[in-house]
């Protein structure tokens, strides 16, 4: 592979080199990005320290500007989509532990990565989420009492993926990174100009999908961006129990450049996201951002933290939350008064209001769902086993 | 050129050229299936003609291969993927089983999954081990997935049009050691439906079901015995999954006596679900219990003992001889 200039990484917002229809997109054009250009690679991309205070550095001056439009206003909601999204994260959680659902992935914490990361897609970009990503179902539009059905147990996904461009949650670990490539491959046939994200954590980076997920896409120079929010644990496992070098690194490796922000700091994450996805919607090919955070809660309501990492840990990452931050950058810049916070407060308590009671509500499935959905043009074995199982189930009502 | 001789192999590169021309949505990818024509040469021509863009050359990693065509299936294409090898199917096995057959159930009915995965399978060409392995029961059991095998030209080219026209992930078995065999193709006929089994010759004493590469074994072993004055059917199911089991009973409440045949080991094989569905919908008919012929509970042998371990001619005769003797 030839070594291109560092030229060739830097942005290019408004040179009008749009990805041109079709043939252009030919299946083996190179990568952009080459070991040189990668060696510049910042290790932490950060907008807001812990304190709320902006940060102008050699790290983040790349992509600073792809926030400089962001307004106060701007500002405001994005520490809304963070206060609702950690309130029904939350009801979620309350809901599980009432019994009202078999499971819950918390999302505590990682509210900046989500937000940050789902608010720098346009419509028309196409999201392949893992189970946690509540806060960028909550920027697509997704219902959030539609996220609950699989974990209640009514569904095993249950909405229509192409109504908000949000496909359903995997559970298998790093599938999905795959069935984004392909989707973005798609994307660069058609001579879209979208882009596609797929999200994965630090244990997901360990599965060989992801592996070849990142060859996929960077010997077809597919437009997707690798969205791994490195949360520090998988269940109990450390990060070093999954990889002996930074995870943004791997990405060198491929072909393609890899980034480290500060995933508790929701503008940085905006930032960078904006950033790779331009690359991606102008013909460049993948980026892996790595979002650096921590998961405040269990892996899931089943697992018990405190047998896998100490307190200190814990509490050294509660000073760095991202939705305090933001909250003492508004306070300190004049950015939101108290009204705003106490508003805040109540929209947030009626939409967990809401959701405990569409839970609550929620009907079982019919049983005969069980045989529905499992081919699109149906299965002579299925039609016959639906056909026995409800006269069995009907014989039991003739009994009585 | 209404009718046509031609191999099984020439037959497929007939009907992937004839889906390409067809639809632009449908792709061809896999590993060495452009400039070379894949392995076996299925795709010979097909990228000159179509281009990078329709006929994909990928990296060598199957699950890769499978997990794109999922996304690239969710995008609105319909990828013919092609796994080189039957023993090289297993990287990608999860996301056949995990993703693939489930994506439009856990979507309620939401998103299609018109995904082909071609697979060159079973033995008898002498190659090293992974290349001669017959697992397609593995697939039949998954809910989800169809599972069919052509057994000779014809089928090759309509079946795998079926396939690829179908909205379920379809796995296409293809018998590698039949591909330079050739028959008649009739390409403005009407092909029969894609899950149903034909009879591809008549007899009343006894049915031999097979599929694939054993449909041709059968055959000769119906004509010998008939040497020595016994009539037997030959059914070929051509479907795994679904299986047609009312033509199996069609052909049993005639026949009264049924051998199943295939490569595949028999301990839990497509056999034994046959055998015991058949025992179930013809108890009464049968005048022997339902045998199987088939693979042993072995890794598939080096290819010196192959033709010891396949079952030919003597091993499915010996199987009549011992159904006719009940």
């Avoid at chain 1, 897609?121 to 699989?150: I, K, Q, S």
């Avoid at chain 1, 999905?176 to 954590?201: C, E, N, P, R």
């Avoid at chain 2, 010998?224 to 089991?245: C, I, N, Q, T």
Wanted: with cysteine.
């Amino acid at each position: 592979m030839t070594v291109e200039s560092t030229a060739a990484r830097k942005p290019r917002r408004s040179s009008g080199t749009k990805r041109a229809a079709g043939a252009a997109n030919a299946a083996a054009k190179p990568a952009a990005a080459t070991a040189q250009t990668l060696d510049a690679v910042p290790q932490l991309v950060q907008l807001l320290t812990p304190e709320g205070d902006r940060v102008d550095n050699a790290e983040n001056a790349e992509f600073a500007p792809f926030v400089a439009d962001i307004t106060t206003e701007d500002l405001r909601g994005l520490y809304r989509d963070m206060v609702m999204t950690r309130r029904f994260d939350g009801e979620a959680t309350a809901l599980q532990r009432q019994g009202e659902l078999g499971l819950w992935a918390s999302l505590l914490g990682q509210e900046a990565a989500q937000i940050g990361s789902g608010r720098a897609l346009n419509d028309e970009d196409y999201v392949f989420p893992t189970y946690r990503e509540h806060g960028v179902a909550w920027c697509r539009g997704v219902d959030p009492t539609n996220l609950l059905g699989m974990f209640r147990g009514v569904n095993h996904g249950g909405w229509d993926p192409n109504l908000n461009n949000f496909h359903l949650y995997t559970i298998v670990i790093g599938s999905q990174t795959l069935h984004a490539t392909g989707y973005a491959m798609g994307v660069a046939k058609d001579g879209a100009d979208s882009a596609v994200i797929a999200y994965f954590g630090d244990g997901a980076s360990s599965q060989g999908d992801v592996a070849e997920a990142f060859t996929f896409s960077a010997v077809y120079n597919s437009p997707v961006v690798f969205f791994c929010q490195n949360n520090q644990w998988a269940i109990s496992e450390p990060t070093e129990r999954q990889m002996r070098v930074p995870l943004y690194q791997r990405a060198q490796g491929f072909g393609f450049p890899g980034v480290r922000v500060d995933g508790n700091d929701v503008l940085a994450c905006l930032a960078v996201t904006r950033w790779a996805l331009d690359r991606a919607r102008r013909g460049e090919g993948p980026t892996l951002v790595e979002a650096f955070t921590y998961r405040m809660g269990a892996h899931t309501t089943s697992d018990d933290p405190t047998k896998y990492r100490r307190d200190e840990e814990t509490a050294a990452w509660e000073a760095k939350d991202p939705i305090l931050r933001l909250k003492a950058h508004l306070l300190a810049t004049g950015g939101a008064d108290e009204a705003f916070f106490t508003e805040l407060e109540a929209e947030s308590e009626a939409m967990g209001k809401r959701v405990r009671e569409a839970v609550r509500a929620m009907p079982d499935p019919d049983t005969m769902a069980i045989f529905e959905n499992v081919y699109a043009d149906g299965h002579a074995l299925v039609d016959e086993e639906r056909a026995q199982f409800a006269a069995y189930l009907a014989s039991f009502e003739e009994g009585h | 050129m209404a009718v046509e001789k031609m191999s099984i192999a020439k037959a497929l590169n007939e009907s992937l050229r004839k889906a390409l021309e067809q639809d632009p949505k449908v792709l061809i990818m896999g590993e060495d299936v452009g400039k070379l024509g894949g392995v076996f040469r299925i795709t010979d021509g097909l990228q000159k003609d179509f281009g990078e863009e329709r006929v994909i050359d990928t990296p060598l990693a199957e699950s890769g291969i499978v997990g794109t065509a999922i996304g690239l299936a969710l995008r609105g294409y319909r990828p013919v993927v092609e796994i080189q090898f039957d023993g090289f199917v297993f990287p990608a096995y999860d996301q056949i089983v995990t993703q693939l057959a489930k994506m439009h159930a856990r979507a309620l009915g939401k998103v299609k999954m018109p995904v082909v995965v071609r697979i060159p399978y079973a033995g008898g060409i002498g190659a090293v081990e992974h290349h001669s392995e017959s697992p397609e029961a593995l697939f039949a059991h998954v809910p989800g997935l169809k599972v069919v095998s052509p057994s000779n030209a014809s089928d090759a080219y309509w079946m795998l049009q079926q396939a690829i026209l179908s909205d379920d992930p379809v796995i296409f078995f293809e018998p590698k050691r039949r591909y330079w065999d050739k028959g008649e193709v009739d390409f403005d006929a009407i092909p029969g439906e894609l899950h149903k089994a034909r009879v591809s010759r008549e007899g009343s004493d006894v049915t031999l079901a097979a599929y694939g590469p054993m449909v041709k074994v059968c055959l000769e072993a119906a004509a010998a015995a008939a040497e020595e004055g016994k009539s037997v059917e030959v059914l070929d199911l051509r479907s795994m999954s679904p299986v047609d089991f009312d033509g199996i009973q069609a052909s049993v409440e005639k026949t009264r006596r049924l051998v199943v045949v295939h490569e595949a080991p028999v301990f839990l094989g497509v056999g034994a679900e046959i055998a015991a569905r058949i025992t179930e919908r013809c108890f009464y008919h049968l005048e022997a219990p339902v045998l199987r012929v088939g693979g042993f509970h072995a890794p598939y042998p080096p290819a010196r003992l192959e033709d010891e371990y396949l079952p030919g001619l003597d091993r499915v005769l010996d199987a009549v001889d011992r159904s006719l003797a009940y």
